[in-house]
């Protein structure tokens, strides 16, 4: 079959989506030529559906895009079509088991050779430019690192660059990272599920952000197992079966997931985007970390961004690393490697040569509902709370996977709740800023040793709504249980860039739980897919002389910009 050219329609659409986003004027059409793309030998050959996007021009460069979400429709627009008009030739290939690509589905597995054997393909092709970049989001972000994997990874003389937005190199860290199973892994099950039957983007996507009350009553029953079997009309995809009951992150099951080789081999330009609300963050701040350590070309861009909002939001920017480092076309940028955006701030972006900026530690202590600068030097009795998996407490003011635009949800309502500790300081009487990682300690205890502990930073504002800016949530490992005695808990937040505005307060909440963001802890020890059983557990956090819990800001220093 010849190459289809851009029908009339599709270049108004194209256009139109380029002026939304603010992208350069278009440089020629193109046309597009379904392509199989064979994987494997013998009985174990299967073929990847693809599609080839080839400038009417000479192409500028060669761009690789894998995913799981299928090549047509509003995904191509923004993945590809935008590309192909300004010069780039685009090879967009569905992942094995997804769209009209041969295989079954296994996350994680074979993402390494299906992404070796293409480059081989590509490689010989008439078309082929002689050397490519790769750009996506979320998984897409993933299929980047899984190409940078392993011995027959291509080198740097024909992969030149990477554009990775909002994407893990760690799929068990999305998966049970916090020691709990993330209920999104549920959510993007189902999107898989409903793609692969034929349903479009953008009525799975709606379905997706109105099905918040349908997963509450499927993770909310138990055993889970049994709860997500029904839900999927007993047909759940056995991979999800899979983390359903391999609660632990450190179960060899999960090794084929871990891409950190890819962090410790990557020598290409690589350009990272993220946001503050994205429920990534962390692992794009752990690849910004490694990679900048071992001198590799790193760009780091963090806007007030949800999961989502970072992949829609940096279209031009996108464009212009692969302009500078694979078509060569435009000088490298002058401006520092990295730009934040710094939430509760105006002017709210800033460049700067390294994350974190320069910093001064400032330290408030726990004590009874309060947070203050004075550490404790009377008896106080300790703060108590309940956790009852049976009403566990409520993901509120927190990031998920399909949240859409600038997230600004309030957890105000954390606050009232008796299972949850609440330490608030005074209204500030200056601007505070915050760059970098808090630190919360915790003399902590419980009756049990089956726990969870969420620790909160947030602001509260003069009207006295309360927004999250950082956090962290943690399965605790029963076996470094101390008993009555408790255990310190260091817990290393995530990063954050946050104005805390004169008159507001600090606020650390601290909670048993985050229900059904994480899959609550059942408190009996059981396996959480499969197990029937609930306990409650008493949580105990201390703060006296010699036992003082703290949070310690990284407060930016005012020369720092």
């Known amino acids: 079959?010849?190459?289809?050219?851009?029908?009339?329609?599709?270049?108004?659409?194209?256009?139109?989506?380029?002026?939304?986003?603010?992208?350069?004027?278009?440089?020629?059409?193109?046309?597009?030529?379904?392509?199989?793309?064979?994987?494997?030998?013998?009985?174990?050959?299967?073929?990847?559906?693809?599609?080839?996007?080839q400038p009417t021009g000479s192409p500028v460069g060669t761009l690789l895009v894998r995913t799981p979400y299928g090549i047509s429709g509003t995904f191509a627009l923004g993945n590809a079509r935008i590309f192909a008009a300004r010069g780039y030739q685009v090879v967009l290939s569905s992942c094995r088991g997804t769209g009209e690509s041969e295989g079954s589905l296994d996350p994680g597995r074979d993402e390494t050779a299906d992404g070796h054997a293409i480059v081989s393909w590509m490689r010989a092709q008439p078309w082929y430019t002689g050397s490519f970049a790769t750009v996506g989001g979320s998984y897409c972000g993933f299929v980047q690192y899984a190409l940078l994997t392993g011995d027959d990874a291509p080198p740097p003389q024909d992969m030149k660059a990477a554009v990775v937005a909002t994407g893990p190199h760690d799929l068990a860290k999305f998966v049970s990272g916090t020691g709990a199973m993330s209920s999104q892994i549920i959510v993007w099950a189902e999107l898989l599920t409903r793609m692969r039957r034929g349903d479009s983007t953008l009525s799975t996507i709606f379905h997706l952000l109105t099905q918040a009350a349908k997963l509450r009553?499927?993770?909310?029953?138990?055993?889970?197992?049994?709860?997500?079997?029904?839900?999927?009309?007993?047909?759940?995809?056995?991979?999800?079966?899979?983390?359903?009951?391999?609660?632990?992150?450190?179960?060899?099951?999960?090794?084929?997931?871990?891409?950190?080789?890819?962090?410790?081999?990557?020598?290409?330009?690589?350009?990272?985007?993220?946001?503050?609300?994205?429920?990534?963050?962390?692992?794009?701040?752990e690849q910004y970390t490694t990679l900048t350590a071992r001198g590799c070309p790193v760009s780091l861009t963090i806007g007030p961004w949800t999961h989502l909002a970072a992949q829609r939001n940096t279209f031009p920017l996108t464009l212009a690393w692969l302009d500078t480092h694979l078509a060569q076309t435009k000088p490298a940028p002058s401006n520092p490697p990295v730009r934040i955006y710094i939430t509760g701030s105006n002017p709210s972006w800033v460049t700067l040569p390294t994350w974190p900026p320069p910093t001064t530690q400032q330290t408030l202590f726990l004590s009874p509902h309060t947070l203050s600068s004075s550490p404790p030097t009377t008896p106080v009795p300790p703060s108590i709370f309940t956790f009852n998996p049976k009403s566990p407490t409520p993901s509120v003011g927190v990031a998920t996977l399909f949240d859409s635009g600038v997230r600004r949800t309030p957890d105000t309502s954390l606050a009232a709740r008796a299972d949850v500790l609440t330490f608030t300081t005074a209204p500030l009487p200056s601007d505070l800023e915050v760059c970098g990682q808090p630190l919360v300690t915790l003399y902590h205890s419980s009756s049990h040793p089956f726990v969870d502990v969420l620790v909160l930073l947030s602001e509260v504002n003069p009207s006295g709504a309360s927004y999250s800016?950082?956090?962290?949530?943690?399965?605790?490992?029963?076996?470094?249980?101390?008993?009555?005695?408790?255990?310190?808990?260091?817990?290393?937040?995530?990063?954050?860039?946050?104005?805390?505005?004169?008159?507001?307060?600090?606020?650390?909440?601290v909670a048993g739980g985050s229900h059904p963001r994480y899959i609550r802890n059942l408190g009996t020890g059981e396996n959480p897919g499969t197990g029937r059983g609930m306990r409650e557990a008493v949580h105990t956090v201390r703060h006296e002389v010699g036992a003082v819990s703290k949070v310690v800001l990284p407060v930016c220093l005012r020369s720092w910009r």
């Open 217 to 285: 009553t499927v993770v909310d029953a138990a055993p889970l197992t049994d709860s997500v079997n029904k839900y999927f009309d007993n047909q759940t995809p056995p991979w999800l079966r899979q983390f359903i009951t391999h609660p632990d992150p450190t179960d060899p099951y999960y090794n084929p997931l871990r891409l950190d080789d890819a962090l410790q081999r990557a020598t290409i330009p690589i350009a990272l985007i993220t946001g503050w609300h994205d429920l990534m963050l962390p692992q794009v701040m």
């Open 1 to 53: 079959m010849a190459p289809v050219k851009r029908s009339t329609l599709n270049a108004l659409v194209d256009r139109l989506f380029a002026w939304t986003n603010a992208l350069p004027p278009e440089s020629t059409s193109y046309t597009i030529d379904h392509v199989k793309i064979p994987i494997g030998l013998g009985d174990a050959r299967i073929h990847l559906a693809a599609d080839l996007y």
């Open 469 to 509: 800016v950082s956090e962290r949530f943690v399965r605790l490992d029963a076996s470094s249980s101390r008993g009555e005695e408790g255990r310190i808990l260091e817990l290393v937040l995530h990063d954050c860039a946050h104005r805390f505005r004169r008159g507001s307060r600090v606020r650390l909440l």
